[in-house]
């Protein structure tokens, strides 16, 4: 099986200097109106960067990542380059509330990740966006699980669709999840699955740490996300998800 790895990022790792993007990447930022826009999108791709010059092994330098760029597909999904080439990495990006996740893998693997601050869910979001089995797993779950696990299965609905590259342009009814363990313990990744009513079968991984839900899909079995250690030597204040 593959090795997926997982790196996560907050606006205070951020460097105020944009030294360490591209320039077109200066020019994207620049044309971004809104300030939350703008925050969001430089965590987003100083994580990614961070992520892909780890698996790289880049030089440990801020201006290696800049020889890296973070560019949109025509599906909107993110794309690693280096030099102007295809990096060699799949990539899937996620926000929440000021914190950034990026996934790596194999670069011929489809990959979607998906970060989730646990918050309550209303009853006509679920009603709307799960399919009947989903909705009786969350209204099995105890009274104080079950924003958790609709969390969850939110957040493996998301990271699905980013393998199939549509997003929430395509009904979150159409890609079901299945969970063989629905413990939601701390700290470790639980398998998970999705089969979608087009007929592809994923497989993912999922864990609870901290407030926040973090959901790994991919096209092929992998084994449990690798937390990637990012060192301190791209920016003195980098921290590292152990």
């Given at each position: 099986m593959i090795e997926v790895y997982w790196f996560?990022?907050?606006?205070?790792?951020v460097p105020v200097e944009n030294d360490w993007l591209s320039p077109d990447e200066i020019r994207r930022l620049n044309d971004l109106r809104f300030a939350k826009r703008r925050t969001d999108w430089r965590l987003g791709r100083w994580t990614a960067k961070l992520g892909v010059a780890n698996c790289l092994t880049l030089a440990d330098h801020l201006q290696s990542l800049a020889r890296i760029e973070i560019r949109a597909s025509d599906a909107g999904a993110p794309e690693a380059f280096l030099a102007g080439r295809a990096a060699g990495a799949s990539i899937s990006l996620s926000h929440s509330s000021g914190r950034a996740a990026c996934a790596v893998t194999h670069p011929e693997v489809a990959l979607g990740c998906?970060?989730?601050?646990?918050?309550?869910?209303?009853?006509?979001?679920?009603?709307?966006?799960?399919t009947a089995d989903e909705q009786h797993l969350i209204a099995s779950s105890t009274a104080s699980d079950r924003s958790r696990m609709a969390t969850l299965l939110w957040s493996a609905k998301e990271s699905a669709l980013k393998v199939l590259r549509t997003g929430l342009r395509l009904d979150t009814r159409c890609v079901v999840v299945s969970l063989s363990d629905v413990?939601?313990?701390?700290?470790?990744?639980?398998?998970?699955?999705?089969?979608?009513?087009?007929?592809?079968?994923?497989?993912?991984?999922?864990?609870?740490?901290?407030?926040?839900?973090?959901?790994?899909?991919?096209?092929?079995?992998a084994n449990p996300p690798v937390c990637g250690e990012i060192p301190g030597l791209f920016y003195r204040t980098v921290r590292h998800f152990a």
């Open positions: 996560e990022q907050t606006e205070a790792d998906d970060l989730e601050k646990v918050e309550p869910r209303s009853r006509s979001f679920v009603r709307d966006y799960f413990s939601l313990g701390p700290d470790e990744w639980h398998p998970l699955e999705v089969r979608c009513l087009s007929g592809h079968h994923f497989y993912g991984w999922w864990q609870h740490r901290e407030g926040f839900l973090r959901t790994i899909v991919s096209s092929v079995q």
